[in-house]
């Protein structure tokens, strides 16, 4: 699919949504005019703005908001804070949400936003000022019928509380449905918080059912444990697989009979890292990754698998946790391993899928029973599940192009049909 590219291409986040984008959208025919519309961002919005510091400075920062797609529903999608975000990784997760939603079939489009910031060098007033002033400058774009941001890295309840509370106080009304991932206090979802983990729970099981592998006693190896790594961990655990390995970028931990994680959470939470944790050995990160397993979930950010070490990874499964984890260079040599891989847009759809739940609910006014949740979302992602690999078997292409097709030619069909306003 990608012959000749620098390492430079490789590790762009918007270089490798295309080129799987344009290998999906050669297989399907998709007509040139299509084809233009969905590989390009609606919209893009930079804001530069200032913020005064703790320490009495004026520091000023830019903040990101991309609409990939607005198609089949308003636009869908976190906002990440780290120092190293660029518009090619924000358009990337934009076009992502797109696919993501698409995949699972919720009436969203896709977007993302992220701020350049540190948050680790922030303290809280900071952060909520800055957080504030970012949604008074992207105010316009957003709204429940126009575009819902939720939390991604870096971000959480907290941040979507003071997004809410902003914008509420702007249109002199409060607004709970504008974004999602909120607290459960004031229109979150119950469910919410661990969605994403429970998702990857739902696709790992069915991977496993699909290839005849025991669900009791698999080993999993999980690289993040942040929201999604530590939800997935503590519910596969439940399920009676081994989380034989936690690799964090401070430090990694490996154990064969199965990391307690219960305990582990607890020690992370007193401690704040796993280093040091006492249930386990400690080993270099890098070396669990592709260490023996039968399920490695890459659950923080993009880039982990890559052309350098997907020859190394020995797991029989991969089940992206996190957007954008495999570049696409290492997917074709993945592939040739026969490694069976769960692409981020299916894997880690459980989050925006129980986002759309939290969105009904707050505009409905009614909230649901956690088990409701669950019970849906588990729904869904089995349904997805089997409709990708489903078009896998049936169109001759490897889990993640199948995930892209269905995806793309959900939303090309809505664009056909909605017409060209002109
Ligand atoms: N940030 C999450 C993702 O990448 C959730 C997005 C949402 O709930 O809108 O899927």
């Known amino acids: 699919m990608t ?17 799987r984008f ?7 025919n998709l007509d040139e005019g299509l084809w ?14 200032p913020v005064l510091l703790d320490n009495g400075k004026v520091e000023l920062f830019t903040g990101y908001r991309v609409h990939h797609s607005v198609a089949r529903g308003p636009g869908k999608g976190g906002i990440r804070y780290a120092p190293d975000v660029n518009l090619d990784e924000v358009r990337a997760l934009a076009s992502w949400m797109t696919w993501k939603c698409a995949v699972v079939n919720i009436p969203f489009g896709g977007a993302k936003g992220g701020v350049i910031c540190d948050p680790k060098k922030l303290s809280q007033g900071e952060l909520e000022r800055i957080t504030r002033r970012y949604t008074a400058e992207i105010m316009e774009f957003i709204g429940p019928e126009k575009d819902v ?8 309840e907290q941040t979507m509380a003071w997004i809410m509370d902003t914008y509420s106080m702007h249109m002199r009304q409060t607004v709970t449905s504008v974004v999602t991932g909120k607290p459960i206090t004031m229109g979150g979802s119950r469910g919410r918080r661990e969605a994403t983990g429970r998702g990857i729970r739902v696709v790992c099981v069915e991977a496993l059912r699909y290839l005849n592998m025991p669900v009791e006693g698999c080993r999993v190896v999980i690289q ?18 081994k989380i034989i390995g936690i690799a964090e ?20 939470e007193r401690n704040s890292s796993i280093v040091g944790f006492r249930g386990a050995e400690a080993i270099e990160s890098a070396n669990l990754l592709t260490s023996v397993c039968d399920i490695l979930i890459p659950a923080a950010t993009e880039n982990v698998i890559t052309s350098r070490n997907a020859a190394k990874i020995q797991a029989r499964i991969v089940c992206e946790g996190a957007n954008g984890p495999t570049t696409a260079v290492a997917d074709e040599i993945l592939a040739d391993k026969g490694i069976f891989i769960v692409p981020d847009i299916l894997a880690n759809a459980g989050g925006v899928t129980a986002s759309y739940f939290e969105w009904v ?6 909230f649901w029973k956690e088990e409701m949740v669950n019970e849906r979302l588990e729904e869904i992602l089995k349904e997805s599940f089997a409709d990708v690999v489903h078009y896998a078997q049936t169109h001759d292409v490897n889990n993640r192009i199948a995930a892209y097709m269905l995806a793309i030619d959900r939303v090309a ?10």
């Open 3 to 19: 012959t000749t590219v620098t390492l430079e291409q490789e590790m762009n986040p918007w270089e490798a949504q295309a080129a």
């Open 224 to 241: 993040g444990f942040g929201n999604v790594g530590s939800n997935a961990a503590h519910l596969l655990m439940e399920m009676g697989c």
């Open 249 to 268: 970028y401070d430090g990694g931990l490996y154990n064969a009979n199965g990391i307690d994680i219960h305990a582990l959470v607890e020690y992370r």
């Open 361 to 366: 609910q707050d505009r409905q006014g009614y």
């Open 149 to 156: 941001p939720a939390p991604d890295v870096n971000t959480n």
């Open 36 to 49: 233009k519309v969905l590989r390009s961002p609606s919209r893009e919005i930079i804001v530069h703005f």
């Open 22 to 28: 344009d290998f999906a959208a050669r297989k399907l």
């Open 413 to 422: 069909g809505v664009i056909r049909q909605r017409g060209f306003y002109a």
